[in-house]
Nanobody
Framework: QVQLVESGGGLAQAGGSLRLSCVASGRTFSAYSMAWFRQGPGNEREFVAGIRWSGVSYGADSVKGRFTISRDNAKNTVYLQMNNLKPEDTAVYYC???????????????????WGQGTQVTVSS
């Protein structure tokens, strides 16, 4: 069983920055593909950014050039650096882990078997 604990959410002004962290329990973190999803009020959970067990990273079109995902396997931690925040980035952000080492990912929520509790990000205009 893997536990994921997010931190770093909060209130930011438009154009500002926040850095989210997600610490995972367990000894096989480097084998997991990790991702950040978000869910705004009345919206479905959507993919934000992912970093595969191979180290290759991906981002949704809506955050490219603004958000960066990274991981530190020695610390069992994945990060999401969010710059140039916009009010539409307001959501609960969730960290997720995929333990299956699948060759191809569509970055859909059902591919991820472990989830954190979420951290609120609110961006004011």
């Amino acid at each position: 069983q893997v536990q994921l604990v997010e931190s770093g959410g909060g209130l930011a002004q438009a154009g500002g920055s926040l850095r989210l962290s997600c610490v995972a329990s367990g000894r096989t973190f480097s084998a997991y593909s990790m991702a950040w999803f978000r869910q705004g009020p009345g919206n479905e959970r959507e993919f934000v950014a992912g970093i595969r067990w191979s180290g290759v990273s991906y981002g949704a079109d809506s955050v490219k050039g603004r958000f960066t995902i990274s991981r530190d396997n020695a610390k069992n931690t994945v990060y999401l650096q969010m710059n140039n925040l916009k009010p539409e980035d307001t959501a609960v952000y969730y960290c997720a882990a995929d333990s299956t080492r699948r060759a191809i990912s569509e970055f859909k929520p059902n591919e991820y078997d472990y989830w954190g509790q979420g951290t609120q990000v609110t961006v004011s205009s």
